[in-house]
């Protein structure tokens, strides 16, 4: 519906599908309470039908027919699978109606009027335009899961509000959505916003813990998901939820292999893997059906954890665990760590086996261990790095980052951290006692990027190498290009050896990047070479989006061609808070918090002992591992910000 045609009151008919859902016998009611409202806290169980239906009820009944309505996602894979699904149900093409827009990529057009977005992306909209003029509704969906953007738009939605209200502007009315989260603290920070709550979740859930707590969650699932195997129909499929991609493909190996040697009788048995770097062909593939006489059974991280319905689940098998990101401003050490989920995410994944029909869950803890789980996840921005987070409220103009009205405040100690790095990246300054962005600083909150990814762009022209910045950066800013099935290790090694660089994986990758190029993208190319050919694709994009950016600064885009000096050069200076030095003994230790780390398996360095190098990401499982490394010289870190490695230095002696 265009801005100024009349609006709809009436309902189109709706399909036997949507009829179906909980949330239809509360249509009525839910509008007449949304009509008057300019903000509410909507609670309806996992499976009621909230996120595709609220929005298009909204839009049937003209309310925000002024303009967008906005409905936000934690995760990229959430909102396009719902924006494709609600236009579906609307009948038109995805992209008019009904559009979506995810980090580096976009489908929608001036006619778009239900918008399903990351909630990363409203928050760069809310740069550009603090108010969210162009939207007349925002719904905040899976607000439980309290991811950094979320928290902090939070802030930016309820700021924009009262700027709308003051500044005589039409409303805008925000809906917080959620099947689990601590209502009293939501609606206290909208300024006592009423909860209202959708009746009954589709199907009724059985839940079994394990009598004794299990000391290995792996084997515990392997073994959960071959006695439903024996004992369930084979129609019946089976979602096991883990905490990452190298676990998940081992299970899927074992699945398989115990799979070949079942009873001749057994129905067979479809490992099915699912996690962000999986090429999209094979993420699709979990929502078809399996063939008949067989059974699906697909691992997953915790991307199957909210608003996407996986046809077919009968069974989830909970293990417990996830992956999740901890940071300490003391140490400046940000790991993505193991650890248990919270009460609210254990109901999520629950929630996962009732969509189609009444369904069980297997959680693989004892009773007494879900009790001691915390009630809600710890939000993101309690334990995350907020150098992101400052930039971006500073480009908002907010006057005082540490006043910022956060519905969780993170430590003080945090803030100051991240302002720390931002001054050491060149990005702030303090003007009469206020903190505000640098030159440099505006630049850096252009690219939709972590800051001292930012700052890799902007100090490239210094070394003559953009094009290959780009290209690295890009590389970084998508998931995985490359694909390693365990069960071809040898023959992934073999092919990769071609591309290898001695110098590490950010000019390993860029070798890949140039070579599928030289070949035009050609698929069988990327299949020969275990390259995600989609994903490469995005990374074409993205790359073509940040040349975008450059050029807009007036950026000069040069090559250095085969001189991969200055592309280390270039690295090693904006990288400098993420640089280790080999010790004596063999092992490694980060320079500024001499905190001891080890090169990751998977990285083109694991066998080498450079003596230097910078890393992107530190992954704590056994030990702590540095991920995604390239090897730098010492003085070149030195050189890229003494002061700072002096202060390190002299820390270090005290």
């Given at each position: 519906m265009l801005p100024g045609s009349p609006p709809r009151r009436h309902a189109p008919a709706a399909p036997c599908a949507r009829r179906a859902l909980p949330i239809f016998q509360a249509r009525g009611r839910l509008l007449g309470q949304l009509r008057g409202l300019d903000c509410a806290i909507l609670i309806g169980e996992?499976?009621?039908?909230?996120?595709?239906?609220?929005?298009?009820?909204?839009?049937?009944?003209?309310?925000?027919?002024?303009?967008?309505?906005a409905v936000t996602q934690p995760r990229r894979v959430a909102a396009i699978a719902l924006a494709t699904r609600v236009s579906s149900e609307?009948?038109?093409?995805?992209?008019?109606?009904?559009?979506?827009?995810?980090?580096?990529?976009?489908?929608s057009c001036e006619q778009t009027r239900i918008k399903f977005l990351t909630d990363g992306m409203l928050l760069r909209e809310a740069i550009a335009d603090p108010t969210l003029r162009c939207y007349s509704v925002v719904i905040l969906d899976e607000a439980h899961e309290r991811t950094i953007h979320t928290d902090v738009l939070l802030g930016v939605v309820k700021a924009a509000q009262k700027a709308r209200r003051q500044q005589g502007r039409a409303p805008l009315k925000v809906i917080i959505m959620s099947a689990t989260m601590?209502?009293?603290?939501?609606?206290?920070?909208?300024?006592?916003?009423?909860?209202?709550?959708?009746?009954?979740?589709?199907?009724?859930?059985?839940?079994?813990?394990?009598?004794?707590?299990?000391?290995?969650?792996?084997?515990?699932?392997?073994v959960s998901v071959f006695q439903i195997h024996q004992e369930a129909p084979s129609s019946q499929d089976i979602l096991v939820f883990l905490t990452g991609q190298e676990e998940?493909?081992?299970?899927?190996?074992?699945?398989?292999?115990?799979?070949?040697?079942?009873?001749?009788?057994?129905?067979?048995?479809?490992?099915l893997p699912l996690y962000a770097s999986l090429p999209y062909s094979q993420q699709l593939r979990v929502f078809q059906p399996a063939p008949k006489g067989c059974r699906k059974v697909i691992l997953s991280t915790n991307i199957a954890e909210t608003s996407i319905t996986i046809p077919g689940i009968k069974f989830v098998v909970d293990t417990g665990m996830v992956k999740a990101k901890k940071y300490s401003p003391a140490s400046g050490l940000e790991v993505l760590a193991l650890q248990r989920v919270s009460q609210a995410?254990?109901?999520?994944?629950?929630?996962?086996?009732?969509?189609?029909?009444?369904?069980?869950?297997?959680?693989?803890?004892?009773?007494?261990?879900?009790?001691?789980?915390?009630?809600?996840?710890?939000?993101?921005?309690?334990?995350?790095?907020?150098?992101?987070?400052?930039?971006?409220?500073?480009?908002l103009r907010v006057p005082n980052v540490l006043t910022f009205d956060f519905m969780s405040k993170p430590s003080p100690e945090a803030i100051e951290a991240a302002?720390?790095?931002?001054?050491?990246?060149?990005?702030?300054?303090?003007?009469?006692?206020?903190?505000?962005?640098?030159?440099?600083?505006?630049?850096?909150?252009?690219?939709?990027?972590?800051?001292k990814f930012s700052k890799t762009i902007l100090m490239s022209p210094k070394f003559h190498c953009t094009e290959e910045i780009l290209t690295i950066v890009?590389?970084?800013?998508?998931?995985?290009?490359?694909?390693?099935?365990?069960?071809?290790?040898?023959?992934?090694q073999a092919v990769r050896r071609k591309f290898i660089s001695s110098e590490g994986d950010h000019l390993t990758l860029l070798s890949i990047y140039r070579a599928f190029k030289n070949v035009s993208g050609n698929k069988d190319w990327c299949k020969e070479n275990f390259v995600n050919s989609r994903n490469m694709m995005l990374v074409s994009d993205i790359r073509a989006q940040l040349r975008d950016i450059c050029v807009k600064l007036s950026l000069p885009i040069e090559s250095s061609r085969s001189d991969s000096t200055n592309v280390r050069r270039c690295l090693a200076h904006s990288l400098f808070m993420n640089a280790a030095e080999l010790q004596p003994d063999g092992t490694y230790s980060t320079l500024d918090s001499h905190q001891l780390v080890a090169i990751h398996p998977s990285s083109v360095l694991f066998q080498c002992k450079?003596?230097?190098?910078?890393?992107?990401?530190?992954?704590?499982?056994?030990?702590?591992?540095?991920?995604?490394?390239?090897?730098?010289?010492?003085?070149?870190?030195?050189?890229?910000?003494?002061?700072?490695?002096?202060?390190?230095?002299?820390?270090?002696?005290?």
């Open positions: 996992t499976g009621s039908g909230k996120t595709t239906q609220v929005p298009q009820y909204l839009y049937e009944a003209g309310i925000g027919r002024q303009g967008i309505i609307r009948t038109t093409e995805l992209g008019r109606l009904v559009g979506y827009s995810v980090r580096f990529e976009e489908l601590d209502v009293d603290q939501f609606s206290q920070y909208f300024n006592g916003a009423p909860v209202l709550y959708l009746e009954g979740r589709q199907h009724p859930i059985q839940i079994f813990n394990t009598k004794q707590p299990q000391s290995d969650y792996l084997q515990a699932a392997l998940i493909e081992a299970m899927s190996q074992s699945c398989r292999a115990i799979g070949r040697q079942l009873p001749a009788g057994c129905p067979r048995l479809l490992a995410q254990a109901w999520q994944r629950a929630g996962r086996a009732g969509r189609e029909a009444s369904g069980v869950c297997y959680r693989l803890y004892t009773q007494e261990e879900f009790d001691k789980l915390d009630r809600m996840t710890v939000p993101e921005i309690q334990r995350c790095n907020l150098a992101s987070v400052v930039l971006h409220l500073l480009a302002i720390e790095q931002l001054d050491l990246l060149g990005a702030v300054e303090r003007k009469e006692d206020q903190l505000v962005l640098t030159p440099l600083g505006r630049r850096m909150a252009a690219f939709p990027l972590e800051p890009s590389l970084l800013s998508a998931d995985s290009v490359l694909y390693s099935p365990p069960a071809r290790r040898e023959e992934v450079p003596a230097c190098v910078v890393y992107n990401t530190l992954l704590h499982t056994t030990k702590c591992y540095m991920r995604d490394l390239c090897v730098v010289d010492a003085d070149w870190l030195y050189e890229a910000a003494p002061d700072y490695f002096r202060r390190k230095l002299r820390t270090a002696r005290d």
